[in-house]
C-alpha cells in the first residue's frame, strides 16, 4: 500500500497542500485512521481537492473538526457483542469481525475507531482470531440454531490470504451447517488483483455464500474491477452492492442512477444506499437526511425496480438497520448537540439523527 504521499502517482503528489502534509502527519504522530491506499484505486483519482475518488481516501484536516454528534461506535456494536469479536443484533444472522486491516483506508469509514485502535482484537493487523481465539465464537454460534446467516466483516476479510479465510469458512460452517455466508469486501475495487480465479474458486467452494461489495462511485468500476467481478458472477456468487451516500462525491441522482445501471449490466444487485453513520470526523461527507429521501425520489423516476437500492440508515447508537422512506421521520427537536431529527422505529421507539 501507499502510505506516503511521495509515492503516490506524480500529479496526485504534486496537488498536496501543506496543509494536508501537516494533518496527514499529524495522524501518523496522533494514532487516528492513518493514510493508505493501494496503487490501483489511487490510479483512479484526480488531482483536484474535489475528486471523488481522492477524497474518499485522502485524508482532510476537516476531520479533526469538532462534531457534537459524531459517537466512537456509531452502530452501537459494543452492546451486541457477546462474545470478542461476533456481533449478534439481528435475531437470523450475526456478523464476524475476522480481519482488522484493509487494503487502504476509507476516511468516512465507520469502524474508523476500531480500526485505529490497539484493542477488540489486536492492532498490529491480520486476522482478529488466532485458532484457538475462535473457540468461543464458535460455541455460540453452535448453541444458536435461529442464526442462518454469517457475515463475515472487519477490516477487510480478504487481506488475509485464502487458506486462511477458508479456514474461518469451514469453521463457521461446522459450527452452524447450512448456514448462508455474506463475505463483506472492498477489495475488488480498491485491489482488483487480489480477487483472482484461485480466490473466486475457492469462495465458490462455500456456496450458498452472497459478496457484499462496497462501491460508490461509477469510476470505481475499472476494467480490472469488473473483471475480477465477472470471476464470481461467472461462478453463480450473487454480489450485493452497498453505497454510501456522501456529499460531493455521489449526492446525485443522475451520478448514482449511472452506477447503478452499471452495475445491473455487470450482473451485481443495487442492495442498499446508506445514510452517512455518525463517525467521528466524517461529519463533512453527510447529506442531509431530507436530502437524501428527495434524492432516492428521483432516483425511483430514473431507474427500473431491480436498480434501486434500498435508502437505510443504522439508527446511531445501536437502533439496528431501517429504511427510509415516507413516515419515519417523526418530528424535529432541537438537542444541546443541534438540531436533530426525530426517526421512529418499527417498534415505535424514536432515535435521533442530525437534521442538517
Sequence with gaps: M????DDLPPALAASVTPGERDYIEGIRRGGALPFAVTPHF????????????????????????????ALDDPLG???????????????????????????????????RVWLSSGTAGGGTGGTCHQPADLQPVLAYLAARPEITEILVSG??????????????????RAARPGAALRLCTRLP????????????????????????????????????????????????????VQTVLMRSINDDATLLADLFRRCIALGLSPYYLF???????????????????????????????????????????????IRLGDGVIAGERVSAKGPELVLRDGAGRDWFYPAE
Aim: hydrophobic share 40%; glycine share 8%; net charge positive.
Design 155 to 172: 477490516g477487510d476479510p480478504l487481506t488475509l490470504d485464502n487458506d486462511r479465510l477458508a479456514a474461518i469458512f469451514r469453521r463457521l
Design 189 to 240: 475495487v480498491t485491489e482488483p488483483s487480489r480477487f483472482d480465479a484461485a480466490t473466486a474458486a475457492m469462495l465458490a467452494d462455500f456456496r450458498p455464500l452472497r459478496i457484499s461489495l462496497h462501491i460508490n462511485h461509477p469510476r470505481e468500476l475499472s476494467p480490472e474491477c469488473t473483471a475480477a467481478l465477472a470471476l464470481c458472477t461467472g461462478l453463480g456468487i450473487p454480489v450485493l
Design 275 to 321: 445514510q452517512m453513520d455518525l463517525a467521528p470526523g466524517t461529519a463533512h461527507f453527510r447529506v442531509p437526511l431530507r436530502r437524501g429521501l428527495a434524492l432516492h425520489a428521483e432516483l425511483r423516476k430514473l431507474l427500473p425496480a431491480p436498480a434501486i437500492p434500498a435508502y437505510a440508515v443504522d439508527l446511531p447508537g445501536g437502533g439496528g438497520k
Design 77 to 111: 456494536q459494543a452492546g451486541h457483542s457477546p462474545v470478542a469479536g461476533l456481533v449478534h443484533q439481528y435475531r437470523d444472522r450475526a456478523l464476524l469481525l475476522a480481519a482488522k486491516t484493509c487494503a487502504g483506508y476509507c476516511r468516512h469509514c465507520f469502524r
Design 2 to 5: 501507499i502510505c506516503s504521499v
Design 42 to 69: 489511487a490510479s483512479l483519482a484526480g488531482p483536484g481537492a474535489d475528486d471523488p475518488i481522492r477524497r474518499q481516501f485522502f485524508p482532510d484536516p476537516r476531520e479533526a473538526l469538532p462534531d457534537p454528534f
